[in-house]
């Protein structure tokens, strides 16, 4: 089977074919990130009208790399949920042409469906049963997976999302958006142990990083710690806060395979961390190219959903929740 994977869910632009035979043929992402730096977050509007200008050359580019033609295409996996409305309409909307023109059945896919099951394109035998974690500029979502592909959410945060953490400490130490990897950088020269953040809910099945937000805001004011040593100190207090809670849930419900996925998952701190906690669990990162948004995982989703036969119809859209498939 042939998928094409679309996804503009937020700022990047991405679309990318998978075979089910010969595996990824092409993924394509604009990444509009240094258009949006300027605002210091993302614009919802500027983030659309760049998915209007961008979809249709990728999609070319995308075909003509693959040494395809859109007739071998045997189905259209799009992002419908969730994300920025506006972005969302850009792809469903595309997604939606397609299929028509080709007369293709297009598959509603999940987001953060897509972020767990791209794990499987970085190891090839791994299948449910497992406990997932997302960790992104919106997210910070635990959630069971069982073997017929059954999500259900069993943990997420209350307020902000691990990424709009490392954002907003970056913000404000002067760096760029997004600021992952500033503060991943600055947390290399310090010391982790250094400071002491708080973490809320250590055994309830909620996050909440508000409160560590505060409490790295108040320390950069302060200006008695270097940016390095709070940089390191908080990297580590958020890594500690989702390991220790990944693996109470998987504890709690059987597992011992944990995914962890989102752009907050290339974090090389988050990474080493979960693998010094992880006991007798398998912990699986994909690559790093694969945590930020992209069409390959929705293109492979597609693959993975296709024995629902979910399909949209010309009334489908965004935000269907009808029509939404792998997670409500
Ligand atoms: O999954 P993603 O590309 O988009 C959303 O769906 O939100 O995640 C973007 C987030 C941003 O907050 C960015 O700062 C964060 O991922 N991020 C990182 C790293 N790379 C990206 N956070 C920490 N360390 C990194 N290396
Ligand atoms: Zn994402």
Do not use: W
């Amino acid at each position: 089977m042939i998928a094409l994977g679309i996804e503009t869910s937020c700022d990047e632009t991405s679309i990318a074919v998978y075979s089910t035979e010969h595996g990824t043929l092409c993924s394509k992402i604009f990444s509009q990130a240094d258009i949006h730096a300027h605002f210091g977050g993302v614009i919802p509007e500027v983030a659309s009208r760049n998915h209007i200008k961008k979809i249709k050359p990728l999609y070319d580019e995308c075909i003509n790399e693959s040494k395809i033609s859109a007739k071998d295409i045997d189905i259209i996996g799009v992002t419908n949920a969730p994300g920025l409305i506006g972005a969302l309409f850009v792809g469903v909307s595309f997604a939606k042409g397609l299929g028509y023109a080709l007369n293709k059945p297009v598959m509603p896919v999940n987001h953060l469906a897509g972020h767990i099951l791209s794990a499987e394109l970085s190891y090839p035998d791994l299948r449910p049963p497992y406990t997932a974690i997302i960790i992104s500029g919106g997210h910070s979502h635990i959630f069971d997976v069982d073997e017929a592909l059954n999500f259900s959410l069993i943990c997420r945060t209350i307020d902000d999302a691990a990424g709009e953490v490392f954002d907003k400490t970056a913000k404000v130490m002067g760096g760029p958006y997004p600021g992952g990897i500033y503060i991943q950088n600055m947390a290399e020269n310090g010391d982790r142990n250094k400071i002491k953040f708080p973490t809320a809910f250590k055994n309830e099945l909620k996050f909440s990083f508000s409160g560590l937000k505060t409490s790295v805001m108040n320390t950069i004011n302060k200006g008695e710690y270097s940016n390095e040593d709070i940089a390191a100190s908080f990297q580590y207090t958020i890594a500690k806060t989702l390991a220790d809670k990944v693996f109470y849930v998987a504890n709690q419900m059987n597992r011992d395979k944990i995914v962890v996925g989102g752009g907050v998952a290339a974090n090389k701190e988050i990474r080493r961390v979960f693998n010094e906690l992880r006991g007798s669990k398998s912990v699986y990162f994909p690559e790093i190219s694969r945590c930020t948004d992209n069409g390959e995982m929705i293109a492979y989703a597609a693959t993975r959903f296709y024995k629902f036969r979910k399909f949209l119809n010309y009334k489908g859209s965004a935000y269907d929740t009808k029509h939404s498939i792998g997670l409500l």
